[in-house]
C-alpha cells in the first residue's frame, strides 16, 4: 500500500459529511492534503485557511494529540460560521491529527442574522474559544496557555530560524506587601504591574501568562539577546517607576527578571523556563530589582 493509499483510508469516510479535511503535525506546523491523487504537503500555519496574520490563541489540534482525544471548536469568520474538529490519529506509527472543517452557516440559519447581531455573534464565539485561556483578574494569559503555546513558539522559531527568549518576572518583597497592607492591596499591585507589562510589549507578537501568584512568564519573539535584555531592562524601569495607589497609601513596588534567548534549540518548554527561573534566581540573589540573562 503507497503512502497516497494509506492517507486516502484515513480520510475517505469523512469526505461526505466535511468541507475540508487535512491530517496535520500541530507542533511542526505542518499539513497534508489529498488533492488530484497526489499528497500535497505544506510548509503553513493553520491561521493561513482563515486569511487572519495571528496564529489561533487556542490550537485544538495540538490539544487533541496532546490529549489524545477528539476537541471541536466554532470559528466565526465575517458572515460565515465553521465547526472545526481535531482527532488524533497514528499513521505509519507516527501520532498525527485529522482536521475536519464543516461550514455550518445555512444549517444553523445564520444567513437571517442582522449585521447588529454578527457583531454580537463573533464576540460569544470569541468568548468561547478564550475564556479558559486568561486570568480573570489580570487578563494576561494563563498557565494552561503557556504550556500549550510554548512548544508550537519553539518549533516556529526552529523553523524560521529566529530568536525566541523567554522572561520569569517575580514582584520583590510581594509577600511582605500582602502580609503588611492585605490582600485587597496586594491585588491592586499585581494588577497594575500587569498592566505595565502590557503596555511594555509587542501584543502583536509576544505575549505575557501569569504563571502563578505573583509570577510571571514573558515570551518575546524575534529579538536578540541584547535587543531582549533592552526590553526587559525598559520593563525594569517602568515598574520601578510605578506606584500604586491604595486609599492614602503609596506603595513603590520592583520586579526581578532572569531570560533566556534560544536560536534553533533543542531544549524542550520545560528546560527554558528552568534555564529562566535559574537567571531569576540569581537576579534575586544579586539583591532584587535586576534583570540577569
Not at 115 to 123: F, K, L, P, V, Y
Not at 242 to 267: N, P
Request: proline share 1%.
Amino acid at each position: 500500500m503507497t503512502e497516497y493509499d494509506i492517507f486516502k483510508q484515513v480520510t475517505e469516510p469523512y469526505e461526505k459529511v466535511f468541507d475540508i479535511i487535512r491530517v496535520v503535525d500541530p507542533i511542526a506546523r505542518k499539513s497534508i492534503t489529498l488533492e488530484e491523487d497526489k499528497l500535497i504537503y505544506r510548509n503553513i500555519d493553520c491561521y493561513a485557511f482563515w486569511e487572519t496574520s495571528e496564529m489561533c490563541k487556542e490550537c485544538i489540534a495540538e490539544k487533541a494529540l496532546k490529549e489524545n482525544k477528539t476537541f471541536v471548536k466554532i470559528q466565526y469568520d465575517m458572515e460565515k460560521m465553521h465547526i472545526f474538529f481535531a482527532t488524533p490519529v497514528k499513521i505509519q506509527g507516527k501520532a498525527m491529527v485529522i482536521e475536519l472543517l464543516k461550514d455550518v452557516t445555512g444549517n444553523l440559519l445564520f444567513e437571517t442574522v442582522d449585521r447588529e447581531n454578527e457583531h454580537e455573534i463573533r464576540n460569544i464565539t470569541n468568548d468561547i474559544n478564550s475564556i479558559l485561556l486568561k486570568d480573570s483578574f489580570t487578563n494576561l494569559y494563563n498557565r494552561r496557555y503557556m504550556n500549550k503555546m510554548l512548544p508550537v513558539e519553539i518549533a516556529r522559531s526552529n523553523e524560521s530560524n529566529q530568536y525566541l527568549t523567554i522572561v520569569m518576572v517575580d514582584i520583590d518583597d510581594f509577600k511582605s506587601i500582602n502580609d503588611t497592607y492585605g490582600h485587597y492591596v496586594g491585588d491592586l499591585v499585581i494588577k497594575k504591574f500587569s498592566d505595565v507589562m502590557i503596555e511594555s510589549i509587542r501584543n502583536e507578537t509576544d505575549w505575557i501568562a501569569r504563571y502563578g501568584g505573583d509570577e510571571f512568564l514573558i515570551c518575546l519573539h524575534n529579538v536578540n539577546d541584547k535587543q531582549a535584555g533592552k526590553i526587559v531592562e525598559r520593563i525594569r524601569k517602568e515598574v520601578e517607576n510605578m506606584t500604586v495607589k491604595a486609599d492614602d497609601i503609596l506603595i513603590k513596588v520592583t520586579a526581578s527578571f532572569g531570560l533566556v534567548t534560544v536560536k534553533d534549540t533543542t531544549l524542550e518548554s520545560d528546560d527554558l523556563i528552568k534555564l529562566a527561573d535559574s537567571k531569576l534566581y540569581e537576579a534575586k540573589k544579586q539583591g532584587r530589582n535586576k534583570v540577569v540573562q
